[in-house]
């Protein structure tokens, strides 16, 4: 059961790519706040009669900071240079990228917390630097050309989720995940807000956008939620593992909703992504 919810965790994140991708360029602030007013609605409906806002609420400061640190570095910051990514180079070039983000916090934890390098580490990271390559590599739309920015994008999507694991393991030690998720998806509400209020971006906000966005909103609470519970019945590292099949549905989904061309090297660079991220987490 734990296997089937990582794996619809991976579904629910490529269905969210595929939703936002049209947005991109458009309306990316105002859609990812009404993203985050629906995600944090639904979950405070659930979260009242469990008790999870209670204890959300009750969370000590220190969990408080924790949460804010990986709900900037992932949601508001990492999320948005992901769409911005896929809104230049494709969903299915640019998820692979930032899906490499294992890789760097495998590193982090042998240059910093000095955990033995195995066969398992190093073959997992070679294949998902031969991922990296292979996609990045790849002419983009057919003009002789790659997107630099949007290459640079996913790679900093990738630092961005990265990091926010960092914050987010001492959180979880703190408060359960379903709180945990409650105050980040209600900090990103704020924080989007603030920048939308201050920053007025010039956005065309029109009606099939809203909608759009209300899908989003959707995958992205089910993505999260049914991570939680693959990590919970499977596993962290099985949960972690099946949800990296994300790059292989995104492509699917991309090259017959979004008739993005997925060329052989793509191919291979994602099926080098899956397998190295699958490597690197068992």
Do not use: K
Not at 25 to 54: D, E, F, H, N, Q
Not at 131 to 159: K, Q
Request: proline share 4%.
């Amino acid at each position: 059961m734990g296997e089937l919810l990582a794996i619809g965790s991976a579904v629910a994140w490529a269905f969210t790519s595929i939703a936002m991708r049209p947005i991109v360029g458009r309306a990316l602030w105002r859609s990812s706040v009404l993203r985050m007013v629906i995600c944090t609605a639904m979950l405070t409906m659930y979260a009242w009669p469990t008790g999870a806002l209670t204890r959300a609420a009750a969370a000590p400061t220190e969990a408080w900071l924790w949460l804010l640190g990986s709900t900037i570095s992932s949601i508001v910051i990492g999320d948005s240079l992901y769409f911005m990514a896929a809104g230049r180079i494709g969903v299915a070039r640019a998820l692979p990228i930032a899906s490499s983000f294992p890789l760097l916090t495998t590193a982090g934890a042998v240059l910093l917390l000095h955990e033995p390098p195995t066969l398992a580490l190093l073959a997992g990271s070679a294949l998902v630097v031969l991922a990296v390559a292979l996609i990045g590599g790849e002419r983009a739309h057919g003009n002789g050309r790659n997107d630099v920015v949007g290459l640079l994008l996913a790679g900093l999507a990738a630092c961005m989720w990265a990091t926010s694991g960092l914050f987010l393991g001492p959180a979880l030690r703190l408060v359960d995940p379903t709180a945990a998720n409650t105050l980040r998806f209600g900090l990103a509400t704020v924080l989007f807000s603030v920048y939308l209020v201050t920053a007025r971006p010039a956005e065309h906000f029109d009606r099939r956008l809203a909608w759009l966005s209300v899908a989003a909103a959707i995958g992205t609470l089910c993505s999260s939620w049914l991570f939680l519970g693959g990590i919970a019945a499977a596993g962290v590292a099985r949960g972690v593992a099946l949800n990296a099949t994300s790059p292989v549905f995104s492509a699917i989904l991309a090259a017959v909703v979004l008739r993005e061309r997925v060329s052989r090297r793509t191919a291979l660079g994602i099926a080098s992504s899956v397998f190295g991220t699958i490597l690197l987490v068992v």
